[in-house]
């Protein structure tokens, strides 16, 4: 959830500065220091309630994301073609490509929207390989395999690894100039962790 972390580190913060308040008799400089540190905790509490709770906690519309940047664009291309590759796409991978969106371009995406995006890919075919391989050609290696790695956790969201998801990724792969050995290796080097 987005704001999360902003609300556990405040209140850590608020907390510490309670029991340093509460432990300890501290005059002059060093109070105010606390009191800074119990102020510094509320605000990034309130920040983090405000993240998670208010206007725009339901996530950025995808489709505004994927107009916006063409990085956003070619991530959610190329986990949605993995996606949909076994006919459907379930709310497992819609989660897991939400939380991959947020990790890698850092935007919170809505998942509804998410499905209205798979729409269109959908509707693309096969012609959507060349879009990846066009958008593809801007980023460096570690941005490319940060999609690859992001369609292998599309291909691990379903319970058993479907073979046509599998293709899938090795095809975006191939279009992002990584041979099918490669991209076996990567699969591969992502099973253990799944697994553990």
Known sequence: MQGTKNIILGFIFLAAAGGIMMAFDLGGVLAWGVWGLAAFGAVLFAGGLYQALGPGSAGLDAEQAYNSSSTARLLMQSMLTTALANGHLDDGEVETIAEACEEIVHEHLDPESIRRIADMVEQKGDAILEEIRYEGKMLN????????????????????????????????????????????????????????
């Open 141 to 196: 290696l570690d941005a490319r395999k940060a999609i690859i790695d992001a369609c292998i956790l599309v291909l691990m969201a379903e319970e058993e690894i479907d073979a046509r998801a599998t293709a899938a990724v090795t095809a975006i792969a191939e279009q992002l100039d990584f041979s099918e050995a490669e991209t076996r290796s990567m699969i591969a080097d992502a099973m253990p962790a799944a697994e553990s």
